[in-house]
């Protein structure tokens, strides 16, 4: 599976953005999907994650409560909405995706998109 993320930019502390993952391919529905973000210096960390059907999220403790991880399996896509930015949510942001098993791992997920950057000013 192709996997292109979209919807980053420049926001202010305390606004939201919409993320956006679309996925090529016929079988998108087989796949758990996954957010990672990555800062200059820092290793890639886990964000979210949600279950194929959609019905199971789980979320790091830095941004619960503030982001929601969402799929449209209709339309080949995932979405993280985020609420209550702040400065250090700002990062690259990367979709992923694996078969089956359910992981906040990054190096268990197979498929990666390009990342999106997400700016957040004070």
């Known amino acids: 599976v192709q996997l292109q993320a979209s919807g980053g930019g420049l926001v202010q502390a305390g606004g939201s953005l919409r993320l956006s993952c679309a996925a090529s391919?016929?079988?998108?529905?087989?796949?758990?999907m996954g957010w990672f973000r990555q800062a200059p210096g820092k290793e890639r960390e886990f964000v979210a994650r949600l279950s194929r059907s959609g019905d199971s999220t789980y979320y790091a403790d830095s941004v619960k409560g503030r982001f929601t991880i969402s799929r449209d399996n209709a339309k080949n896509t995932v979405y993280l909405q985020m609420n209550s930015l702040k400065p250090e949510d700002a990062a690259v942001y990367y979709c992923a995706a694996r078969r089956v098993f359910t992981t906040s791992r990054p190096y268990e997920y197979e498929y990666w998109g390009q990342g999106t950057q997400v700016t957040v000013s004070s």
């Open positions: 391919g016929r079988t998108f529905s087989s796949y758990v």
